[in-house]
């Protein structure tokens, strides 16, 4: 089936650890982004890729790093310089940035702090 | 940073009963986007609107793209209790330096009483 992967369902931090989410797609999907959500809040862009080899920051992109080698793959480190990591990520991905057709979600992580 | 209004915030319904929520916004969208969210899942999209007036329908669900494309509304009818979940709005401008952002509303918790 084709779809959007997030790894693992659940992960957890200590002080000072990086942590690093999995997303992968089999869409073939050129557009791929990270969001955060907190609860009782709508979605916050943290990190999106236009392309292979090119990636932007979003809305809040501080004490987060990503990397994109591979069209099916946009990996999220959380890195120990975010101050508040709980939440529940989510990653989606568009056949293309610039076009109007909608974004699609995987199943996301919820990361807590140990 | 810019936002999308979606009201209400909750809503306790009995089965059976129709539903309605809206979203604005202070400016343009080209793209009306609605998904439905359940408890650690990803957003599911539901409707997507690509035209001004444009009227669309996915069961018993029908959404509208505001004539103004500054806002839209999403209408469930005779409500049953795997409505329940949380319903987002989202806005999506594409187009030129634009890499297709999609805007949030906050959400929309629907409980449908069996």
């Known amino acids: 089936d084709g779809g959007i992967t997030q790894s693992p369902k659940y992960l957890f931090r200590k002080e000072g650890q990086n942590v690093t989410l999995s997303c992968e797609q089999n869409l073939n999907h050129d557009a791929m982004y990270w969001y955060r959500q907190d609860p009782g809040q709508g979605l916050r862009l943290i990190y999106y890729?236009?392309?292979?080899?090119?990636?932007q920051k979003g809305d809040i992109a501080e004490g987060y790093s990503v990397s994109r080698e591979k069209k099916e793959s946009f990996p999220l480190t959380v890195t120990s310089a975010q101050k508040n990591p709980t939440a529940f990520y989510l990653c989606a991905s568009s056949i293309r940035a610039d076009s109007n057709q909608p974004q699609h979600f995987g199943d996301g992580t919820r990361l807590s702090i140990l | 940073g810019q936002q999308l209004n979606q009201s209400p915030q909750s809503m306790f319904i009995q089965e059976g009963e129709d539903v309605s929520m809206n979203c604005t916004s202070s400016s343009i969208f080209n793209t009306w986007l609605w998904y439905k969210q359940e408890p650690g899942e990803g957003p599911v999209l539901l409707i997507a609107l690509y035209k001004a007036g444009e009227l669309t329908s996915n069961g018993r669900l029908t959404a509208q793209f505001g004539i103004t494309r500054k806002d839209s509304f999403l209408n469930i009818s005779a409500s049953i209790p795997s409505d329940v979940g949380i319903y987002f709005c989202a806005g999506l401008k594409a187009g030129g330096t634009s890499y297709g952002k999609l805007t949030f509303g906050q959400g929309t918790i629907l409980t449908v009483h069996p």
């Open positions: 890729s236009q392309i292979v080899n090119d990636f």
